[in-house]
């Protein structure tokens, strides 16, 4: 008499915790919330999203100058350079390690204007940074970085 008593106590208990370990897990993954975030966690502190988009945005000018890589880099030290970092050290693994690879890429480029083809590389690589920013404020659930039509991003023939 004892064993079946046992066993529907234990298939009660289960039916009850089914839902209570489903809500759990659904909120570590951070499911249910489709919003995106409001801020950033970087390290235990916290930046506002709008700080982060707003630096980012001025990457649209970055690629619109990066005909001239003097002009580029001047804009792009001033105002998005925090930005990626701090949106560097919001992502983690692959994404952090890409987008920290093109930033280097871009100043490396945009830091070396006598190169014969610094012009082509720093519009290349100034394309290739927002083509990546894109993709991390997606996997953030943030919206991408919109340029204006004055900003669009420009593009140059090498020779």
């Not at 234990?10 to 919330?33: E, H, K, T």
């Not at 001025?58 to 001047?74: D, F, Q, T, W, Y």
Request: include cysteine; proline fraction near 6%.
């Amino acid at each position: 008499m004892t064993q079946p008593t046992t066993r529907r106590t234990w298939q009660r208990m289960a039916a009850a915790l089914l839902p209570v370990l489903g809500v759990g897990a659904l909120a570590a993954c951070g499911g249910g919330s489709s919003a995106p975030p409001k801020s950033l966690s970087l390290s235990g502190d916290k930046v506002a999203v709008t700080t982060v988009q707003y630096g980012l945005s001025s990457l649209c000018i970055v690629a619109h100058e990066a005909n001239n890589p003097s002009a580029a880099s001047a804009t792009y030290f001033a105002t998005p350079y925090n930005s990626l970092h701090q949106l560097a050290a919001a992502l983690g693994g692959s994404r952090r390690a890409a987008l920290l690879a093109g930033m280097e890429a871009f100043e490396r480029a945009a830091l070396n204007p006598t190169a014969p083809t610094a012009n082509a590389m720093t519009v290349q690589t100034s394309n290739g940074l927002l083509g990546l920013v894109d993709g991390d404020l997606i996997s953030l659930k943030l919206p991408k970085v919109k340029c204006s039509a004055a900003y669009a991003s420009t593009t140059t023939t090498v020779g």
